[in-house]
Nanobody
């Protein structure tokens, strides 16, 4: 399984970006997906998750109301729409796949079997 993350860039505070995560080697339709982010010198932090049912989505408090995770099973792709970006959102963003995920573990990186390579998001003030 290969996950290819894209869509990062350099933007100003208040701008929007949409990240994409395309999968190759398996269908995403039966898996749960998530986005994490990692700033230099920090641990990887949970951002958002979407379960097999696209209606089940979860967000870190720091992004709730600004970010939206979605999936298009026909395109085998997961998205992260990021609005009202802040300098604190600056990080490398990683998508991850978990064949089996329970709610209590959505923020645990070791629960995810596959990871994308990361895409850099930089927000200037």
């Amino acid at each position: 399984v290969q996950l290819q993350a894209s869509g990062g860039g350099l933007v100003q505070a208040g701008d929007s970006l949409r990240l994409s995560c395309a999968a190759a080697g398996r269908t995403l339709s039966g898996a749960s997906m998530a986005w994490f982010r990692q700033a230099p010198g920090e641990e990887r932090h949970f951002v958002a998750a979407i379960f097999r049912s696209a209606s089940n989505t979860y967000y870190a408090d720091s992004v709730k109301g600004r970010f939206t995770i979605s999936r298009d099973n026909a395109k085998n792709t997961v998205y992260l729409q990021m609005n009202s970006l802040k300098p604190d959102d600056t990080a490398a963003y990683y998508c991850a796949l978990a064949p089996r995920l329970i709610y209590s573990n959505i923020g645990v990186p070791s629960e995810y079997d596959y990871w994308g390579q990361g895409t850099q998001v930089t927000v200037s003030s």
